[in-house]
């Protein structure tokens, strides 16, 4: 059963850039059956869709972080990455990453289990 | 950005009993709509995609039904393992967005 593991620092600055990466196991981060998306939610809040990457690289970004944002991946080690510059401690939340099942009408099928990430001086 | 809009925003039912939890698009997006249960300190966790169709492992107790605008997600006999918060979520269009959430407790 594929399983995703979110890594990266838990305390970024502000106005630094925080970055976080995805290591996909048990799986392929090159299967064409699926994209690759970051969500996180804010203490105490609901989930917002940050965006996904597919393998070849195509990418889709929320409209309210795109400035802001960069999704890639790398097939050589099976991970994608997350770069969220200028950041506020409106970004604070926990960071997960999910796959994107295209035969299960695009739904977050595995998650990760999380990482909190504080924005703090 | 299709808005989703979830409703009760809590409810407290007891084991045994039949819950239904709705979901209300702000447009039409087919049967792209997803249910998940979070629950605290855990990643969520996919119930239901498109609209009707059972995760695998997923209870049989859990139901669900809609297209186009307005949906629900029913679960048929309570248990306690079902205390968590529950989210929409459409599929049809990015930016994918979620409902706010329905927190479910047990009685």
């Known amino acids: 059963q594929v399983q995703l593991q979110e890594s990266g620092p838990g305390l970024v600055k502000p106005s630094e850039t925080l970055s976080l990466i995805c290591t996909v196991s048990?799986?392929?981060?090159?299967?064409?059956?699926?994209?690759w998306s970051w969500i996180r939610q804010p203490p105490g809040r609901g989930l917002e869709w940050i965006g996904h990457?597919?393998?070849?690289?195509?990418?889709s970004y929320n409209p309210s972080l795109k400035s802001r944002l960069t999704i890639s991946v790398d097939t050589s080690k099976n991970q994608f990455s997350l770069k969220l510059s200028s950041v506020t401690a409106a970004d604070t939340a926990v960071y997960y990453c999910?796959?994107?099942?295209?035969?299960?009408?695009?739904?977050?099928?595995?998650w990760g289990q999380g990482t909190v990430v504080t924005v703090s001086s | 950005d299709i808005q989703m809009t979830q409703s009760p925003s809590s409810l407290s039912a007891s084991v045994g009993d039949r819950v239904t939890i709705t979901c209300r698009a702000s447009q039409s997006i087919s049967t792209y709509l997803n249910w998940y249960q979070q629950k605290p300190g855990k990643a969520p966790k996919l119930l239901m995609y498109a609209a009707s169709t059972l995760q695998s492992g997923v209870p049989s107790r859990f139901s669900g039904s809609g297209s186009g605008t307005d949906f629900t997600l029913t679960i048929s006999s309570l248990q306690h393992e079902d205390s968590a918060t529950y989210y929409c979520?459409?599929?049809?269009?990015?930016?994918?967005?979620f409902g706010q959430g329905t927190k479910l407790e047990i009685k």
């Open positions: 999910a796959r994107v099942n295209h035969s299960a009408y695009k739904a977050f099928d595995v």
């Open positions: 979520q459409q599929s049809y269009s990015t930016p994918y967005t």
């Open positions: 990457i597919y393998y070849s690289g195509s990418t």
């Open positions: 048990d799986g392929s981060v090159s299967s064409g059956s699926y994209d």
